[in-house]
Protein backbone atom coordinates (compact mmCIF):
# COMPACT_ATOMS: atom_id res chain seq x y z
CA UNK A 1 0.00 0.00 0.00
CA UNK A 2 1.50 3.09 -1.17
CA UNK A 3 1.89 6.04 1.32
CA UNK A 4 0.46 4.30 4.03
CA UNK A 5 1.28 5.36 8.11
CA UNK A 6 0.35 3.38 11.09
CA UNK A 7 -0.41 4.88 13.95
CA UNK A 8 -1.40 4.09 17.76
CA UNK A 9 -4.25 5.54 18.56
CA UNK A 10 -5.69 8.87 16.72
CA UNK A 11 -2.95 10.82 14.73
CA UNK A 12 -2.40 13.90 16.14
CA UNK A 13 -3.03 15.67 12.21
CA UNK A 14 -6.07 13.77 11.57
CA UNK A 15 -8.47 17.12 11.51
CA UNK A 16 -6.04 18.45 9.37
CA UNK A 17 -5.80 15.54 6.65
CA UNK A 18 -7.28 15.44 3.34
CA UNK A 19 -8.02 13.00 0.95
CA UNK A 20 -7.25 9.78 2.64
CA UNK A 21 -8.60 6.20 3.91
CA UNK A 22 -8.55 5.98 7.90
CA UNK A 23 -9.42 2.67 8.90
CA UNK A 24 -9.37 2.72 12.93
CA UNK A 25 -9.07 -0.68 14.80
CA UNK A 26 -9.11 -2.27 18.48
CA UNK A 27 -10.07 1.58 19.61
CA UNK A 28 -14.09 0.88 20.40
CA UNK A 29 -13.61 1.66 24.33
CA UNK A 30 -11.07 4.50 23.71
CA UNK A 31 -13.06 6.60 21.05
CA UNK A 32 -16.54 5.62 21.70
CA UNK A 33 -16.84 8.62 23.85
CA UNK A 34 -14.28 10.63 22.13
CA UNK A 35 -15.53 13.82 20.59
CA UNK A 36 -12.74 14.03 17.94
CA UNK A 37 -14.35 10.69 16.04
CA UNK A 38 -17.82 11.86 16.42
CA UNK A 39 -16.58 15.32 14.53
CA UNK A 40 -14.89 13.30 11.67
CA UNK A 41 -18.16 11.47 11.04
CA UNK A 42 -20.37 14.40 11.31
CA UNK A 43 -18.39 17.42 9.57
CA UNK A 44 -14.88 16.17 8.74
CA UNK A 45 -15.16 13.30 6.36
CA UNK A 46 -17.23 14.88 3.78
CA UNK A 47 -15.83 18.33 3.44
CA UNK A 48 -12.26 17.12 3.54
CA UNK A 49 -12.68 13.82 1.20
CA UNK A 50 -12.25 11.62 3.97
CA UNK A 51 -12.72 7.86 3.83
CA UNK A 52 -13.40 6.54 7.93
CA UNK A 53 -13.46 2.36 8.48
CA UNK A 54 -13.91 2.06 12.13
CA UNK A 55 -14.15 -1.58 13.28
CA UNK A 56 -15.92 -2.29 16.26
CA UNK A 57 -16.89 -5.56 18.04
CA UNK A 58 -20.09 -4.34 19.52
CA UNK A 59 -22.48 -2.14 17.45
CA UNK A 60 -24.18 -0.93 20.46
CA UNK A 61 -21.56 -0.24 22.62
CA UNK A 62 -22.21 2.21 25.91
CA UNK A 63 -19.82 5.43 24.72
CA UNK A 64 -21.65 8.52 24.32
CA UNK A 65 -20.49 9.34 21.56
CA UNK A 66 -21.30 5.99 19.50
CA UNK A 67 -24.80 6.53 18.68
CA UNK A 68 -23.64 9.77 16.99
CA UNK A 69 -21.11 8.05 14.91
CA UNK A 70 -23.48 5.16 13.89
CA UNK A 71 -26.05 7.24 13.05
CA UNK A 72 -23.27 8.67 11.07
CA UNK A 73 -22.11 6.14 9.12
CA UNK A 74 -22.82 5.63 5.52
CA UNK A 75 -21.90 1.73 5.52
CA UNK A 76 -22.41 -1.04 8.04
CA UNK A 77 -20.57 -3.95 7.09
CA UNK A 78 -21.66 -7.13 8.90
CA UNK A 79 -19.84 -10.42 9.79
CA UNK A 80 -21.08 -13.68 11.42
CA UNK A 81 -20.63 -13.31 15.19
CA UNK A 82 -22.18 -16.51 17.04
CA UNK A 83 -21.32 -14.92 20.01
CA UNK A 84 -24.29 -12.66 20.16
CA UNK A 85 -26.68 -12.60 17.46
CA UNK A 86 -29.31 -10.14 20.15
CA UNK A 87 -27.42 -6.96 18.64
CA UNK A 88 -28.13 -7.63 14.61
CA UNK A 89 -31.45 -8.41 15.59
CA UNK A 90 -32.01 -5.05 17.61
CA UNK A 91 -30.30 -3.59 14.27
CA UNK A 92 -32.88 -5.59 12.47
CA UNK A 93 -35.56 -4.10 14.56
CA UNK A 94 -34.57 -0.53 14.12
CA UNK A 95 -34.18 -0.69 10.29
CA UNK A 96 -37.35 -2.92 9.49
CA UNK A 97 -39.94 -2.83 12.35
CA UNK A 98 -42.35 -4.94 10.66
CA UNK A 99 -39.71 -7.55 8.74
CA UNK A 100 -37.46 -8.54 11.62
CA UNK A 101 -37.59 -12.28 10.17
CA UNK A 102 -36.62 -10.76 6.70
CA UNK A 103 -33.94 -9.07 7.90
CA UNK A 104 -32.37 -11.97 10.05
CA UNK A 105 -32.87 -14.12 6.87
CA UNK A 106 -31.31 -11.91 5.23
CA UNK A 107 -28.45 -11.65 7.74
CA UNK A 108 -27.60 -15.19 8.10
CA UNK A 109 -27.93 -16.12 3.95
CA UNK A 110 -25.39 -13.18 3.32
CA UNK A 111 -22.63 -14.50 6.33
CA UNK A 112 -22.95 -18.11 5.69
CA UNK A 113 -19.95 -18.28 4.12
CA UNK A 114 -16.34 -17.94 6.33
CA UNK A 115 -15.49 -14.46 5.77
CA UNK A 116 -18.66 -13.19 4.07
CA UNK A 117 -20.72 -9.91 5.33
CA UNK A 118 -23.94 -8.20 4.80
CA UNK A 119 -23.36 -4.37 3.79
CA UNK A 120 -25.74 -2.15 4.88
CA UNK A 121 -26.42 1.29 2.56
CA UNK A 122 -27.47 3.86 4.92
CA UNK A 123 -27.09 6.62 2.42
CA UNK A 124 -30.28 8.83 2.35
CA UNK A 125 -30.61 9.28 -1.36
CA UNK A 126 -30.09 5.43 -2.00
CA UNK A 127 -32.78 3.43 -3.58
CA UNK A 128 -34.13 1.35 -1.02
CA UNK A 129 -34.46 -1.85 -2.97
CA UNK A 130 -30.77 -1.93 -3.03
CA UNK A 131 -29.88 -1.25 0.73
CA UNK A 132 -28.81 -4.83 1.64
CA UNK A 133 -26.37 -6.63 -0.90
CA UNK A 134 -23.35 -8.53 -0.17
CA UNK A 135 -20.63 -9.99 -2.79
CA UNK A 136 -19.51 -6.31 -4.02
CA UNK A 137 -15.36 -6.85 -4.31
CA UNK A 138 -14.23 -8.21 -7.51
CA UNK A 139 -14.62 -11.67 -7.91
CA UNK A 140 -17.21 -12.13 -6.23
CA UNK A 141 -20.73 -12.64 -6.85
CA UNK A 142 -22.99 -9.16 -6.21
CA UNK A 143 -26.42 -10.17 -4.21
CA UNK A 144 -29.25 -7.71 -3.47
CA UNK A 145 -31.75 -8.69 -1.04
CA UNK A 146 -35.43 -7.98 -1.08
CA UNK A 147 -38.29 -8.57 0.90
CA UNK A 148 -40.42 -11.90 -0.97
CA UNK A 149 -43.36 -9.32 -0.35
CA UNK A 150 -41.73 -6.76 -3.46
CA UNK A 151 -42.80 -9.75 -5.46
CA UNK A 152 -45.92 -10.67 -5.23
CA UNK A 153 -46.08 -13.97 -7.59
CA UNK A 154 -43.25 -16.10 -9.05
CA UNK A 155 -44.60 -14.93 -12.37
CA UNK A 156 -43.53 -11.15 -11.57
CA UNK A 157 -39.71 -12.62 -10.45
CA UNK A 158 -39.95 -14.47 -13.93
CA UNK A 159 -40.48 -11.41 -15.88
CA UNK A 160 -37.44 -9.85 -13.91
CA UNK A 161 -35.25 -12.09 -15.07
CA UNK A 162 -36.33 -13.42 -18.31
CA UNK A 163 -34.27 -11.08 -20.53
CA UNK A 164 -31.51 -13.34 -19.25
CA UNK A 165 -30.48 -16.25 -20.29
CA UNK A 166 -30.51 -19.76 -19.44
CA UNK A 167 -33.45 -19.38 -16.92
CA UNK A 168 -35.00 -22.39 -15.24
CA UNK A 169 -36.64 -23.64 -11.80
CA UNK A 170 -34.74 -25.71 -10.05
CA UNK A 171 -35.34 -26.98 -6.39
CA UNK A 172 -37.39 -23.61 -5.08
CA UNK A 173 -34.17 -21.58 -7.16
CA UNK A 174 -33.85 -19.54 -10.22
CA UNK A 175 -30.39 -20.65 -11.81
CA UNK A 176 -29.21 -18.11 -14.63
CA UNK A 177 -26.40 -19.57 -16.91
CA UNK A 178 -24.44 -20.77 -13.04
CA UNK A 179 -23.77 -17.43 -13.05
CA UNK A 180 -26.53 -15.83 -11.04
CA UNK A 181 -29.14 -17.56 -8.80
CA UNK A 182 -32.34 -15.90 -7.60
CA UNK A 183 -33.61 -17.98 -4.42
CA UNK A 184 -36.48 -17.56 -2.59
CA UNK A 185 -37.43 -17.98 1.00
CA UNK A 186 -40.50 -17.45 2.67
CA UNK A 187 -39.78 -13.67 3.29
CA UNK A 188 -36.56 -12.98 1.69
CA UNK A 189 -36.09 -12.76 -2.53
CA UNK A 190 -31.93 -12.73 -3.13
CA UNK A 191 -31.22 -11.72 -6.72
CA UNK A 192 -27.80 -12.49 -7.88
CA UNK A 193 -27.28 -10.18 -11.19
CA UNK A 194 -25.06 -10.07 -13.77
CA UNK A 195 -24.61 -6.41 -14.49
CA UNK A 196 -21.67 -4.85 -12.55
CA UNK A 197 -22.77 -3.69 -9.02
CA UNK A 198 -22.33 0.08 -8.40
CA UNK A 199 -19.17 0.33 -6.05
CA UNK A 200 -20.22 1.57 -2.27
CA UNK A 201 -17.36 4.05 -1.71
CA UNK A 202 -17.95 5.84 -5.41
CA UNK A 203 -20.00 8.52 -3.52
CA UNK A 204 -16.60 9.04 -1.80
CA UNK A 205 -14.05 9.71 -4.13
CA UNK A 206 -12.62 12.66 -5.87
Not at 144 to 166: H, K, M, N, T
Amino acid sequence: MKNGEFHEGLPSDIHTLLNALIVIDDLMSELSSDTKLTKLFTKGGYHRNLSIIFIVQNIFHKGKEMRDISLNAHYLFLFKNPRDRSQIMHLGRQLYPSQTKFFREVYEDATSKPFSYLLIDLIPDTDDSLRLRSGIFPGDKYCVYQPRSSFPSLQVIRAAVLDFEGFQISAGSFIIKELAVCAVHDDTFCGRWLFKPPHPFELLEP
